[in-house]
């Protein structure tokens, strides 16, 4: 498993924008897929995006295509999310997930069952 760690949630209006950022805690994650998920009070935790080990593979839930990019640099061995034009329904806290690259598409990999580490979470709000 990876020790991720999360950065970047916080307080931002309608229409805003916030960019998450997610780190491994002593090592590379290059060979891992990673994702992001996100937990709002009252409701499971639900599929953001995910992205392949090299980034040219990315995979979004409907409701944030178009909104969200997901991204990753190896060299500085961090992943990000970019959130544009956010809604209050995008609240929640966002976590950061990997998992050892498999020989699946990873627009199959939108449970959390597959990705076998986990950040701490990053609260996002956004206000009406």
């Known amino acids: 498993q990876v020790q991720l760690v999360e950065s970047g949630g916080g307080l931002v209006q309608a229409g805003g924008s916030l960019r998450l950022a997610c780190a491994p805690s002593g090592r590379t994650f290059t060979p891992y897929t990673m994702g992001w998920f996100r937990q709002a009070p009252g409701k499971e935790r639900e599929f953001v995006a995910a992205?392949?080990?090299?980034?040219?593979?990315?995979y979004y839930t409907d409701s944030v295509k178009g909104r969200f990019t997901i991204s990753r640099d190896n060299a500085k061995n961090t992943v990000y999310l970019q959130m544009n034009s956010l809604k209050p329904e995008d609240t929640a806290v966002y976590y950061c997930?990997?998992?050892?690259?498999?020989?699946?598409?990873?627009?199959?990999?939108?449970?959390?069952?597959?990705?076998?580490?986990w950040g701490q979470g990053t609260q996002v709000t956004v206000s009406s």
């Open positions: 992205i392949n080990w090299g980034g040219w593979s990315t």
């Open positions: 997930a990997a998992e050892p690259t498999r020989s699946i598409p990873i627009a199959t990999m939108t449970s959390s069952k597959d990705f076998g580490s």
